[in-house]
C-alpha cells in the first residue's frame, strides 16, 4: 500500500496470496507475451523457478505451479552483468539498450510484452514513453519501517487513467492504468 516493492522480513507477496491471486498469475503467464526482465529479477525467479520445480517445500502446490510454468514462458533478459546462455528455458539475454531494444520488439514483435518486477527496467520504459498500460497489484500491507525498493522512486511523473480494476482474494487490489508523461 505504501509503494514498496519488497521488505525485510516478509515473504514473497507479502504472504497475502490467495488461490484467486495465484490463479490469476498462472492465467497471465499462459497468454501470449514476452516477459522482460532484469538481471536482478531474473536471479531470483530464475531461483525461485528451479526450486519449485525440484519440489522445494518453501512453495505451496499452487505457488509452486504458477513458479514452474514461467519455464515455459519467452523471457528477454536485460544485463550487462549476466553471461549467456541463461540456464531458465526460453531466456534471451540482451546486453545493449534495453530502451532501444523494448522499442524495436514493440515495432516489429507479434507477441504482447510485458515486464515481471524488475523496477530499473520499468521506470526507464515508463520515461521512454513504451508503457501502454501499468498494471499495480496493492497488497493490504504498510512497511514503513522495513520497506526497501521505492518502487516509484525516482521516476518520472505520471497522469494515470484507471483502464481496469478487480479484488482478488477478497483484499489484493489489481490497477491497470493507462499512463501518460506528466
Known amino acids: 500500500l505504501d509503494g514498496y516493492a519488497s521488505a525485510e522480513g516478509w515473504p514473497g507477496w507479502w504472504g497475502l496470496e490467495g488461490p484467486e491471486y495465484l490463479a490469476w498469475l498462472d492465467q497471465e503467464g499462459k ?3 514476452t516477459y ?3 538481471a536482478n529479477t531474473y536471479r531470483l525467479m530464475s531461483g525461485m523457478s528451479e526450486e519449485a ?3 522445494g517445500s518453501a512453495f505451496s502446490e499452487e505457488e509452486g505451479a504458477s513458479l514452474t510454468g514461467l519455464a515455459a514462458v519467452p523471457k528477454v533478459v536485460f544485463s550487462s552483468t549476466l553471461r549467456g546462455p541463461l540456464s531458465w528455458p526460453n531466456s534471451e539475454l540482451v546486453s545493449g539498450d534495453a ?3 523494448v522499442r ?3 515495432r516489429t514483435g507479434p507477441r504482447s510484452l510485458s515486464t515481471l518486477g524488475s523496477l530499473c527496467l520499468c521506470r526507464s520504459l515508463l ?3 513504451l508503457v501502454d498500460r501499468f498494471r499495480l ?3 493490504p500491507v504498510i512497511t514503513g519501517r522495513t520497506g526497501v525498493e ?3 522512486g525516482g521516476a518520472a511523473d505520471f497522469d494515470l487513467e484507471l483502464v481496469e480494476h478487480r479484488t482478488l482474494d477478497g483484499h489484493i487490489q489489481e490497477l491497470v492504468y493507462r499512463p501518460t508523461l506528466h
Open 31 to 33: 497468454k501470449d507475451r
Open 137 to 139: 497489484v496493492v497488497f
Open 104 to 106: 524495436e520488439m514493440k
Open 53 to 55: 520445480a525440484a519440489g
Open 127 to 129: 520515461a521512454a514513453g
Open 36 to 38: 522482460l526482465l532484469g
Open 99 to 101: 530502451v532501444a531494444a
Open 150 to 152: 521505492p518502487i516509484f
